[in-house]
């Protein structure tokens, strides 16, 4: 065995060691470990930048088209003075309002969460530029946006989907079908102890995908006691008699792959 007592490199043999390729690579080959973070950081914003612009488009579209997606319809049913059309009539606007002043909320808050957002991705693509090349940081951003754009076409397909087949429902059924000619109530014939008058228990149509929207079983279950309007009513489509709303343009981040 050789003696090695004494053995010492100076720091050039150090510096020639550490100029060699690492198997790990370097800046020029691929995003290092201290901006490994800041490149999946960056590709989970813009995926989130993407769906909240595109969620605030569509529901301007539909805010536009005067409907509305089926969560954000209110369905309550009125439980009093269903024997007054007004009443169920100022109900069914009343209860448009609210979704239409939901679907506004959302539209405005998709604008105020892409607004951040693209300030975010801002800092975030400023900070990884300065510890790469400019030459990966477009590669990477390339690879990034094309994925995006995969996952854009995706969304905005089926986002375009379910609004047409919206806007057909809208068109074919009544969204509120206690406006109907033919909603009605039923007398109970028990009374409670305070009250010599009958007590009336309203009847809920079994709302359906029968052609006209109503069960038949149910339809021929109650066959007295039944609320017949004026000769002369003919209850309009409910968004008829509101104004319709015309948005205003509202500048949204163009998303740009």
């Known amino acids: 065995m050789s ?11 150090v510096q020639e060691i550490l100029q060699t390729p690492s198997i790990l690579g370097d800046e020029n080959s691929g995003p290092s470990s201290g901006t490994r973070e800041d490149w999946t950081k960056l590709s989970a914003l813009k995926k989130e930048l993407l769906k ?22 209110v369905t309550n049913v009125p439980r009093i003075f269903l024997q007054d059309l007004q009443f169920r009539i100022d109900w069914s606007q009343i209860s448009w309002k ?3 002043d939901w679907l506004i909320l959302i539209i405005n808050t998709s604008k105020r969460l892409a607004d951040s957002i693209t300030v975010q991705i801002s800092i975030t693509e400023a900070a ?30 089926q986002k375009i989907n379910k609004l047409q087949k919206d806007i ?13 000619d033919d909603y009605h109530c039923e007398v109970n014939s028990e009374t409670s102890d305070d009250s010599e008058a009958p007590q009336r228990k309203i009847f809920v149509p079994n709302y359906s995908s029968s052609s006209d929207g109503w ?11 039944r609320y017949t309007p004026p000769p ?5 489509f409910p968004y008829q008699q509101i104004p319709p709303w015309h948005p205003q343009p509202m500048p949204m981040p163009f998303f740009q792959p």
Do not use: W
């Not at 605030?56 to 509305?68: D, H, K, V």
């Not at 790469?132 to 905005?156: G, M, P």
């Not at 057909?168 to 109907?180: D, L, N």
């Open 215 to 225: 069960s038949s079983d149910e339809g021929q279950r109650i066959n007295h006691n």
């Open 168 to 180: 057909k429902r809208f068109s074919k059924e009544k969204i509120y079908p206690y406006t109907k």
């Open 128 to 157: 990884i530029r300065t510890t790469v090349q400019l030459a990966q940081f477009k590669s990477r951003l390339a690879e990034i946006n094309l994925e995006l754009n995969e996952t854009k076409e995706y969304l905005t397909r």
């Open 232 to 236: 002369h009513y003919n209850p309009p």
């Open 52 to 73: 909240t612009v595109l969620h605030g488009t569509i529901m301007t579209e539909y805010l536009r088209a005067n409907i509305s997606p089926n969560g954000l319809i």
């Open 3 to 13: 003696d090695l007592q004494g053995l010492s490199f100076d720091d050039s043999v």
């Open 98 to 100: 609210c979704t239409r």
